[in-house]
Each structure stands twice: as C-alpha cells, then as structure tokens.
C-alpha cells in the first residue's frame, strides 16, 4: 500500500489525514487546535503539526506530503528565519484603510489587471502596507515574507528559526504555489509572476523570489538583505523534498517529496475533484464562493478574486466574512443546538415572514464594508418569532453567498449544480434552503477534511499516480426557486447602504 499525507493548517486546526493512493481511503488522520485571534504566532501552527501528526502514527511510510492552507496571512521572518511579529491572518481587518490607500495610489482597475485583484483587508499587500504605516521600526528587519502554508511547508522540509531546527533559516528555500501567490496582492496569475512594482509599493522596500541555488545551509548571512525574500512559485507539477529529519516530528525522514502546498480554497477544489459547470460554496469561519475556469479572471469591481487553482487553471472566488458563525450566534441567542435551529428555520415559510438579516456581525468582505454591524429589518408582531429569526439566518448568510454566484456568473460561468461543503452544509435546513436562495441543484459530499484531502491528492501526483479518487455524496437537493427572498434581501441592504 502506497500512502501519501494531506495537511490542512487552517484558521481553527490542523488536519493530517494519510490516504491511499490506490483509492482514496483514509487510513489514518489526526488533527490539534490552533489558538484563535486574527494574530498568531506561528509557533502555535508547529507545534499543532506536530501533535497531529502524532495523532496521524506518524509519517515514517509515507512517500509524498503536502500542505494546505488559509491563505492571505502575512509571515515575515527576519534573517534568522523568527517572526517579527504574530502573523496577521486573513480575517484580520486592521488593514482595511491600507487597503483603502492602495487603491487610490493604484487605481481599482490597474490593480485588478496586475493581479486579478482589488485590494480588500484580507489580502497580504495590504498588511504589509499597515506594518509600513503603523509598525515601522519592525519594517527593515523583514529578511522574508511568506504565507502560513510556505512557512510549515519550509519547516516541514528542515527549515526555520536559528537553534530550532536541523537545517536553519535557509530563506531561499521558501516555496509557494501559484494558488496561494494569487491572494497575495503582489503576484500575477496572467503573468505567472511576481509584481514587485506592488510590493514595494505596499511595504516600502524592494522584493526579489528565492534563488535556492544561491542559497547556504545554516545560518542567513547576517543583516537584512537590501531586498526581501519572496518564496519561489512552484508550478502544479513540481515538486520538492524533506532535505533533513525533523526529530521532533514523528517519522519525518530525508527524501520524501513534498508538493507544491495549495490554498485553502484551491486544495478543496482539488479534494473535491470539481469539474465544469461546478460551483463550490463553502460555509466555514467564511463564506466562499468558487468554480474552476479556464481563463484568468480580472473584476475591476473587486467582488471577484481572480485567484489561480493548484493546477494549472484559475480560480475565481468571492469571499465573505460572517458564514457559519452567524448559525452559530443565531443558535445560541436561541437557546438551541443546530439540530434545534434547522427545526425551527424549516418550520418558517419561505421569506421568514418579511424578517431580513443583514449578517454583517464582523464587518464584511463582499461586499467591502469592514467596519459594518449587523442589521435585523421586518420586525413586526407576527414575524417576531423563535422560527422566522432562524430561518431569517439562514436565508441571510445564504443571500449574501448568492451575491457571490451572481458576481462570478458575470464573469462567463456557467453553473450546473452546487457543491455545498463546510460544517453548515451538515444541517438539515441549510441545504434545501441554499436550492431555493440560489435557484440551482444542491449536492453535499460527505462530511470530511476536502482542503487536507485536496492536498494529500497532490502530493498523489507527485508520485506519478494517476489519482481518481471517488466523491461520496451525502445529499442531493432540488427546489424551486424562491426569488422574493432574495429580493428582500437586496431591499433591505438598499436602506442600510444609502
């Protein structure tokens, strides 16, 4: 048996799972928490690696690795490969008058043209522009600038800070992907390469990819380098390896090859095995929206991210902030599980009686309104009940999902069915009312780890297999379309947005 390892270093955990190459299965999977906050050191995602491999049995029979990930978080490391501060996740919305600042210095539609972008909070240029702004003694000693999945793919590989690990801060072997590169702000999926002109502009100094054959094992050559280290970009098919045992890792060996890594959103496509005319929804800590295309995507308005996917193609995404947590509000304030909350929402009518919530409990990202609250309109004697606010939930996170589809529609889409993934995709209520919200078929695969197992099918194809992993399917839903509901909705934000 061929065994390969999938890693999902998400926002809340880390996920390994060890599969199968030959089907699929999982053997073996083992996950740890990470701490939560929108700043981390990343210490705390090691040592979560750690644990969960452990809980995995370790890696000593496994030939391939790679590594999934949230993307967007800002990790700068100094010449000794040690953080210079936590790193700023992606949900972190400090920046957000960073974000402002680049787009007036730029303009929304060039930086959409360079990038695919339109800089929004979430995204690593502008943290780097708040780190200029507003921590500007820690500025020029960044040596290195890296996303949460480079940076434990890097100490996987034997990398890291002076003193704690086997190979030392080796900041030319920095790698990323072309999926994760694309959420960066700095980094062209048109192109394929990095917009240097961009970082510089977002921190103030010079940037440069990694040069591995320039590197020296050990220690960084004392100093900050005049320009800042860039992981170099790996293509789909390129792979690197383990150059050293990491002692502290159970099984971690010389040799076995490690994958490129993806995105969050990336690696499910890729553990989804989604195809033309899929649309992936996933509900989560956010909200996403996206298909596979097959030409790069520029959305000058900036509701649509034209991210590349870990193969080759492209990845066009609409992203919101406030997804299952507002269930999780909800159900709470309710005093229910979210058995008890889906029990009350499908016992609502469609519309919730005119009730609309606005679920912007965290500010938002699509659309751009960082500093947003919640809003709850419809209020009267007869919808002022426990079913037509859990339905009102519901139907709003969903309606701000369906915007989404809408924004990536516009671009040339084509969707034939939904893919609903995520924790909320396990209710019962969330799935039928998603048909009638967005109007297409439903499909939800089965409970399990798509970013960890998108990865581990990665790391698959390293090993020359040619992977066709089946998707078992948990549900499939069709109901009419209900448009009033989502015209409510677009009433309600009309009010709030004038």
């Known amino acids: 048996m061929t065994l390969v390892a999938g890693v999902d270093t998400s926002t809340q955990s880390c996920k390994v799972l060890i599969v199968d190459v030959a089907t699929g299965a999982t053997v073996r999977e083992g996950r740890a928490p990470h701490p939560d906050g929108t700043a981390v050191d990343p210490a705390a995602w090691w040592s979560a690696f750690v644990a969960a491999v452990e809980q995995a049995g370790g890696l000593a029979d496994v030939d391939a690795i790679a590594v999934g990930g949230q993307q967007h978080g800002l990790v700068a490391l100094d010449a000794e490969g040690r953080v210079v501060r936590d790193a700023l996740l992606w949900n972190d919305t400090r920046s957000a008058g960073a974000a402002a600042d680049l787009v007036a210095e730029v303009g929304a539609a060039e930086y959409a043209a360079r990038t695919g972008l339109v800089p929004v909070a979430s995204f690593t240029a502008t943290k780097l522009r708040w780190m200029r702004d507003h921590e500007p003694d820690l500025v020029p000693r960044i040596a290195a600038v890296a996303l949460p999945h480079d940076w434990l793919t890097w100490r996987l590989r034997g990398y890291g800070p002076a003193g704690e690990s086997p190979l030392g801060p080796v900041l030319e072997q920095l790698v990323t992907d072309r999926s994760d590169a694309s959420g960066t702000g700095y980094w062209s999926p048109s192109t394929g390469a990095y917009d240097l002109e961009l970082f510089a502009l977002a921190l103030g100094r010079p940037a440069r990819e990694a040069d591995p054959s320039g590197a020296s094992g050990g220690v960084h050559n004392s100093g900050v380098p005049a320009a800042v280290v860039l992981p170099r970009v790996l293509g789909p ?30 690696a499910a496509a890729l553990g989804l095995g989604s195809g033309p005319g899929d649309v992936v929804i996933s509900i989560g800590t956010s909200g996403t929206v996206f298909a596979v295309s097959p030409e790069p995507v520029v959305d000058e308005s900036g509701a649509v991210a034209g991210f590349a996917d870990a193969a080759g193609a492209y990845l066009p995404l609409v992203a919101t902030l406030n997804a299952a947590r507002v269930l999780d509000a909800v159900a709470a304030l309710l005093g229910v599980d979210h058995d008890g909350l889906a029990d009350l929402a499908l016992a609502a009518e469609p519309g919730a009686g005119g009730l609309v919530l606005l679920p912007y409990f965290e500010g938002e990202r699509t659309p751009n309104l960082p500093d947003a609250t919640a809003t709850l309109a419809g209020l009267t004697l007869a919808s002022t009940t426990r079913e037509s606010l859990a339905r009102a939930a519901i139907e709003g996170m969903l309606c701000g999902l369906a915007d989404g589809l809408d924004a990536i529609v516009r671009h040339g889409l084509r969707p034939r069915r939904l893919l609903l993934v995520g924790g909320a995709a396990r209710s019962r209520a969330v799935p039928t009312i998603a048909a009638a919200v967005l109007g297409l078929p439903v499909v939800v695969p089965e409970p399990g780890e798509y970013v960890a197992r998108g990865a581990a099918r990665q790391a698959a194809g390293r090993l020359g297999a040619g992977v066709e992993w089946p998707l078992a399917l948990h549900a499939a839903v069709e109901h009419p379309a209900q448009p009033h509901v989502r015209a409510a909705y677009a009433a309600a934000f009309a009010r709030i947005s004038h």
């Open 237 to 266: 098919s390129v792979s690197t390896t383990v150059d050293a045992e990491t002692p502290e890792l159970r099984g971690s060996r010389a040799g076995v090859l490690v994958g490129a890594g993806a995105g969050d959103n990336a």
